[in-house]
């Protein structure tokens, strides 16, 4: 794929963003098994990728919160659409990997 839907977060952030806006630290606490490093990096990659927004406002603290562009939140109808397959199927994958031998001809 061109861009990073695939990874661990991309998706993850979409869900977190499809309400609205949110500030670094309120999309932490839904992900907090992400580093602030990983969570920004994602968020940049997202930007460059033009998945989101970015948003400074010029307020003492500083404020900025983040958003899904219209492009972004068309990845939320495929991330429903992988969510019901994997709810249809998982049973059957999971079958599959229970009675997977891997030294079988």
Known sequence: ???RVGDKWTGMVVRC????????TELRIPLRAVTPKVLSETLRAMQRDG???RTAYDENPPRVE???TPLGHTLVP???AARAWSETH?????A????HRP???
């Open 1 to 3: 794929m061109p861009f």
């Open 17 to 24: 963003l499809e309400g609205g806006p949110r500030r670094f």
């Open 51 to 53: 998945l989101l927004t």
């Open 66 to 68: 983040y958003a899904l």
């Open 78 to 80: 495929l991330l429903d």
């Open 90 to 94: 998982l049973p059957h994958l999971l």
């Open 96 to 99: 599959a990997r229970r009675d």
């Open 103 to 105: 030294d079988a001809p």
